[in-house]
């Protein structure tokens, strides 16, 4: 068992290995002429310089609708942490296991349709 | 045709036997000897993983404009080599010689760093996949819930793209690649809690072993769970029709946009490499993985993967992108009530015929 997580590690080294060699080496033969309108903000149609201060930055508050989907998908991802290891004992735990589960699905059904019938899935 | 079978085992055995012998002659004690055989060897599988996983990216990046050139009626790309099959290299030699670009706003760290943590764990799902018999790397007993929470940490490096960027295009895609992996995740990860009830494991090994009577993909549950699973993959790596956060008609390259170079070239290396990945996960766990007759085992992989790919490309160059609100939808309303009664009936199915 150790043995197979230590070829992880080594995946894991391989795994920060693997991009920094193409950056590296692409450091050593690209050109480097920087410039102040090659460096500005990319924009479309626009001067970007003439904007004012405020809106060359863009780190702002950002809508709410995405944190109510964060907020589901994290109810649902650690459902999953409870369903996954009860799909694997299913065949050994029986009726009992079943009746549980569909109890557990029933009610995350529940809130998946309360969630729904309050608009929250809906993208406005 | 028992030889062509075990090549790549054999090989891996012959080198493990003459490591053996080298590193044992040093007069260490048999404990030493044979970790460091085993580091080794771990560093040769996974060197030998990524240069297979760049090859398949070189041809898949050729695939993919041959076969958009034979949907849209073109020739596609025939000057660079025979066929232009050398095509991708020449884009690699270029992203290697293009200058990089960083904007003056932008956050230097977050922005060198977003590439890396987009690809490393296209590179750390690898460990698990069994791309031939007894040819997975490492055959973890949590191989299901490894790749998926391994693959979930690239949105991470999307949004570190778009955040450290500091433009407006760039922030858009990377708050829409959030907002669709994670909900595109859900559905994902619940279809494919019936095959686990179906094999009883959730190592990709068994899993595979166990489809030898029967591939999971023509049972009706998993035929419903195969195509749950193959859509919320297709927007899980945002491939067209679900390529909001790219979007190039309304968000000029979405989280992409201030990339040039080599950056931008890792980018478009963990997409293809997330690409690859689901469908590769998809033949394990629906089509019987290395599964199938006459042919060798890591053969009929590469066959069963190459189908799903170009099914996907297929898709992508039929289908329009879809709107925000009908990718949302889609997901929470049709695909995880779907994929929910799915695990019922499947747990239903199971105590029905083992009882009658």
Request: hydrophobic share 55%; net charge neutral; aromatic share 14%.
């Amino acid at each position: 068992m150790l043995d197979r997580y230590g070829i992880v590690a080594i995946f894991a080294l391989l795994a920060v290995i693997f991009p920094a060699v193409p950056l590296l080496l692409s450091w050593v033969i690209r050109p480097k002429k920087p410039n102040q309108s090659k460096r500005a903000t990319y924009e479309c149609g626009l001067e970007f310089e003439d904007f004012p201060e405020e809106a060359q930055n863009v780190w702002v508050q950002f809508r709410v609708q995405y944190y109510l989907f964060a907020l589901i998908f994290v109810v649902f991802d650690v459902e999953v942490v409870y369903l996954y290891p009860w799909a694997v004992a299913y065949s050994a735990l029986g009726l009992f296991a079943l009746v549980e589960m569909i109890v557990f699905l029933g009610i995350l059904l529940l809130a998946l349709a309360y969630a729904w019938r309050n608009g929250l899935l809906e993208w406005t | 045709m028992d030889i062509l079978n075990k090549l790549f085992t054999n090989i891996y055995d012959a080198i493990n036997a003459f490591l053996n012998g080298l590193i044992g002659g040093f007069g260490l004690t048999a404990d030493a000897v044979s970790a460091i055989v085993a580091a080794v060897m771990g560093l040769l599988v996974g060197t030998a993983v990524l240069l297979f996983g760049v090859g398949v990216v070189l041809t898949l990046i050729w695939l993919e404009r041959k076969v958009a050139a034979r949907v849209q009626d073109r020739v596609g790309p025939n000057r660079v080599g025979p066929f232009g099959l050398i095509q991708p290299v020449a884009d690699t030699v270029k992203m290697f010689i293009k200058e990089d670009i960083v904007p003056t706003n932008a956050d230097g760290l977050v922005h060198l760093l977003a590439p890396v943590i987009a690809l490393a764990p296209a590179v750390l799902a690898f460990v698990v996949v069994p791309f031939g018999q007894g040819m997975a790397p490492a055959d973890l007993n949590i191989g299901v819930l490894w790749i998926i929470s391994v693959s979930s940490i690239g949105t991470i490096g999307l949004f570190m793209a778009g955040y450290g960027s500091n433009n407006k295009f760039a922030l858009l895609g990377g708050m829409r690649a959030v907002a669709q992996a994670i909900s595109y995740e859900v559905p994902q990860v619940l279809t494919i809690v019936p095959i686990i009830l179906l094999a009883g494991s959730m190592s990709l090994v068994t899993i595979v072993q166990k489809q030898s009577a029967i591939w999971y993909v023509f049972l009706p549950v998993g035929l419903i769970a195969f195509v749950v699973y193959y859509i919320s993959a297709l927007a899980e790596v945002n491939r067209t029709p679900f390529d909001l956060p790219e979007g190039e008609s309304e968000i000029v390259a979405g989280h992409h946009t201030e990339y040039s170079g080599m950056k931008f070239g890792l980018f478009y290396l963990a997409e293809y490499f997330n690409f690859f990945i689901v469908c590769t996960v998809a033949t394990t766990l629906f089509l019987g993985g290395w599964q199938g007759p006459f042919l060798p085992s890591w053969l009929w992989f590469i066959l069963k993967t190459y189908g799903l790919i170009i099914l996907g490309m297929w898709i992508r160059m039929t289908i329009p992108r879809f709107r925000v609100d009908q990718l949302m939808k889609f997901a929470w309303q049709v695909l995880v009530p779907i994929s929910l009664v799915n695990i019922i009936l499947t747990a239903l199915l199971l105590v029905f015929f083992k009882t009658g």
